[in-house]
Each structure stands twice: as structure tokens, then as C-alpha cells.
């Protein structure tokens, strides 16, 4: 089956940092989404993106699809940033390991 | 409106009960999903519901049965657990399923489910 890997596993960052998280296919992806795991285990959708580039505020996401990798981007990190990110291959219902992110004040 | 709600929020049962958890979504969706997520894992995909039938199990034990009486509503039944089951049990729905073009999956607050 597909592998999904991500990069890194831990970072800890500075409020006001920018970041970047890497996710990695081993075969064509056509459903890839980004989500933020918030500590009461709400997965909030961040990014559904198959493709190309999109922004939402402080966070954007770019997928190579052909290169198969995503990167989700995030600018002036805050505290409420903290959590764990996960991608997830859409077609196959796979998760990455998750990309866990804790901003300091 | 793309909440998914579960009930109850908390479980806790002893190997010998009997319980359901409870998922419900009304934003039209034909697809539902049941994944299973242990402390600092991943979510893993146990079932998925299209059009109301039972498209993927992933080989998941009986004692763990989905049900979906309508396209809104998602049931997962409990039996004679062991203690390893104990997880965060999370729902979602999507337009559609398997080999869609367009599949967004929205995720209820989880139950987070005890075996004692």
C-alpha cells in the first residue's frame, strides 16, 4: 500500500517563526488533505489540495503532485498554532505520522 | 454548515458490555468513515460507508460492527472489548468515496472511548 512520511516528526518553534512541514508519497496522490489535530483531538480541515497552491491567512500549502510531496507553509506562528499537522492521502484513507508543532510565547 | 457530531464525547465499558457510538452529518454526504486513533498515532481507517453500503473493513474484528441506517447516520457497536481497544474513535464524511474526483473529509470531535 501507500506510504505517507513526514517531516519533521517535533518542532518547536518562537511565537512569530515561520515553518515548514513536508509531506512525502510513495505513489501518485489525487486527494490530499492537510489537517490540525488540536489537543482535544478535533482534526480541523486545513487545506484540501490535489495540486497547486492555496493560502488561507498565515498558512499556505503547496503539492507537487508529479513529485509527489506536499509542504504546508506557516507564517508568524502563534501559540494556538500548537498541535499535531497530518496529511492524509485521500484516495487510500492513509495519514502521515504527523508533524507535532509546539510555539513558545 | 460542515460539522460532524458524534456522541457521546467520553465512553467508558467493561469488556463484557455492550455500546454504541453514534455519528451524524447533514451536509448531504453519500460517504462515512470510521477511524480508530491511538495516543501519539495516526488515525487508521477501519470502515467507510458508501451510498449506505459497506464498501471498505479493514479486516477490523467482530467484535467492532458498523451499521449506517441512512446516509446521515453512522453507528459503530461495541462487544466484549478488550483493554487495547481503547482509543479515540473518530468519524467523517465526504461527498463521495472510493475513486471520487472530489473527496474532502470533514471529521467529528471524536469519542474517546476506556475498556476496563
Known amino acids: 500500500g501507500i506510504q505517507v512520511e513526514q517531516s519533521p516528526p517535533d518542532l518547536i518553534l518562537q511565537e512569530g517563526a515561520n515553518s515548514t512541514l513536508r509531506c512525502n508519497f510513495s505513489?501518485?496522490?489525487?486527494?490530499l488533505q492537510w489537517f490540525h489535530q488540536n489537543p482535544w483531538g478535533q482534526l480541523i480541515n486545513l487545506f484540501y489540495?490535489?495540486?497547486g497552491t492555496k493560502q488561507n491567512g498565515r498558512l499556505s500549502a503547496t503539492t507537487v503532485a508529479t513529485e509527489r510531496y506536499s509542504l504546508l507553509y506557516i507564517s508568524s506562528s502563534q501559540t494556538t498554532d500548537s498541535g499535531v499537522y497530518f496529511c492524509?492521502?485521500?484516495?487510500?484513507?492513509?495519514f502521515g505520522p504527523g508533524t507535532r508543532l509546539s510555539v513558545l510565547p | 454548515d460542515t460539522e460532524v457530531t458524534q456522541t457521546p464525547k467520553h465512553l467508558v465499558m467493561g469488556m463484557t458490555n455492550k455500546k454504541s457510538l453514534k455519528c451524524e452529518q447533514h451536509?448531504?454526504?453519500?460517504?462515512m468513515y470510521w477511524y480508530k486513533q491511538k495516543a501519539k498515532k495516526p488515525p487508521e481507517l477501519m470502515f467507510v460507508?458508501?451510498?449506505?453500503?459497506?464498501?471498505i473493513n479493514e479486516s477490523v474484528p467482530s467484535r467492532f460492527s458498523p451499521e449506517c441506517p441512512n446516509s446521515s447516520l453512522l453507528n459503530l457497536h461495541l462487544h466484549a472489548l478488550q483493554p487495547e481497544d481503547s482509543a479515540l474513535y473518530l468519524c467523517?464524511?465526504?461527498?463521495?468515496?472510493?475513486?471520487?474526483?472530489?473527496?474532502?473529509?470533514?471529521f467529528g470531535p471524536g469519542t474517546r472511548l476506556t475498556v476496563l
Open positions: 467523517a464524511s465526504s461527498q463521495d468515496a472510493v475513486g471520487a474526483f472530489y473527496n474532502e473529509q470533514f
Open positions: 505513489d501518485s496522490v489525487n486527494n
Open positions: 489540495i490535489p495540486s
Open positions: 492524509e492521502d485521500g484516495q487510500n484513507f492513509v
Open positions: 451536509m448531504g454526504h453519500r460517504a
Open positions: 460507508y458508501s451510498y449506505e453500503k459497506l464498501s
